[in-house]
C-alpha cells in the first residue's frame, strides 16, 4: 500500500501525541502520585451532625503547619467553623479537607487554586493542599443546588 508523505507526517503526529499524553498521564499518577479525589469514604447523611470529626467542623491543626479541615455542606451553607465564614490560614500551611453533605449535591470550589470537588451524600471529599500563596480566596459552590446557591460562599484568609 502507497502512502502520502503527508499522511504518512500526519499519522506520525498523531501517534506522537498519543504518546507524549499517555507518558505525562503515567508520570503524573505513579510517579507524582495524583489520584482522582476520593469518594470511596462514606457515612450516614442523615447524622452527619453525630458523626465525627463533621460534629465539630473547622481548622484543626494537626502538626507542624499541618491541619485538617472539615467543612459540612447544606442548602445554603458552607459550615465552616465559624460564624462570619472566615477562616484564616497561615500561609505555607498544608490542609487537609474533609467535606461531606447533608442533602443535596453541592458544589466545592476554592477560585484560584486547583480545589474542586463534588460533595455528594453519604460521600466523604477529601483533598490535600499547601498555601504557597497569601491572599483571599472564596469558597464557593459550583454544582446548582437550588434557589440559595448563589448564597453558598465562604472566605479563606491565607495570611503571612
Ligand atoms: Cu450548593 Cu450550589
Redesign the pocket.
Known sequence: MKMHRYEKIWLGLGTTTLLIFLIVVGISAFYMGNQPPSCAVTLNPDKVDETEPFNNPGLREIGDNEYQFTIV?E??NFDVGTDDKVVQIPKGATVHFQVTTKDVL??FEIAGTNINMMLEPGYISTYTNTFKNAGTFTLL??????IG?HM?YATIEVVE
Not at 141 to 146: A, I, K, P, R
Open positions: 455542606a442548602a445554603f453541592h458544589g459552590c459550583n454544582e446548582y443546588c437550588g446557591h453558598m
